[in-house]
């Protein structure tokens, strides 16, 4: 099966492209204001470094939040925008899954976060490897009622884990453990084994139907209520 896989829910985007399980390509960029800007020649590149089109592909599968609000409605747009030209089914994901994924060795459950502002962190723990599963879904809450949801050794990662990483250990402890640097975005590439496991379990919908999951208001709409 060939794949284009994108993630646009924090300050980096990564799209990816892969078959029969295997990464072809992946390639990565600023997001923010910009992220339509930079993502089409992007990902247009990395279809001609591949030697594909979109209507060679199989599928898409795209991070439907939380995060970023406009980061996921350009993610969104953009695949649904390829799907439907070239007739092919898509897959929404959860970001903080996604993310999860830079842990996916890890033998004990992994704890994403994402900065959400405001005093809130969206986060959610997962169970890896053998024994897969959701323990905590994926929510938006104050950073110090998240962490009281925990009673075990967790692995932490993402922004979130970065800007609460002293509230964290004064909280766990010896029980909190953090990633490198370098594994607090998420990647496209992790998103492959995801997807294929979305599109087995039947979950592909049409992409005129898929929806995101913001996990509360944005701030214009807050405004506006």
């Keep these: 099966m060939k794949l284009l896989t994108l993630d646009t829910s924090t300050s ?100 994403p976060l994402f900065d959400a502002r405001r005093g809130e962190v969206y986060g959610g723990l997962y169970r890896l490897g053998s024994g897969t599963g959701t323990l905590i879904s994926d929510m938006v809450s104050p950073p110090e009622k998240f962490l009281d949801m925990i009673h075990e050794p967790a692995v932490f990662l993402g922004d979130g884990a970065v800007r609460y990483q002293e509230l964290i250990v004064k909280r766990l402890g010896s029980s909190a453990f953090f990633v490198a640097a370098g594994r607090n975005n998420p990647a496209a590439s992790a998103a492959i084994p995801l997807a294929l496991q979305a599109f087995a379990a039947g979950k592909a919908v049409d992409a005129a139907v898929l929806l995101p999951c913001y996990l509360r208001l944005s701030e214009a709409e807050l405004l506006k209520k």
Excluded: H, W
Aim: net charge negative.
């Design 12 to 111: 980096v985007f990564s799209v990816a492209i892969s078959q029969g399980g295997l990464l072809l390509g992946e390639t990565s960029g600023g997001a923010g204001k910009e992220t339509a800007a930079r993502l089409v020649p992007a990902v247009e590149r990395l279809f001609a470094d591949c030697g594909l089109t979109p209507a060679d592909l199989d599928g898409f599968a795209v991070t439907i939040g939380p995060g970023a609000f406009t980061g996921l409605r350009v993610g969104m747009a953009f695949i649904k925008g390829l799907a439907y030209a070239v007739n092919k089914p898509v897959v929404g994901l959860s970001s903080l899954q996604l993310l999860a994924m830079n842990a996916a060795e890890s033998s004990i459950p992994v704890c």
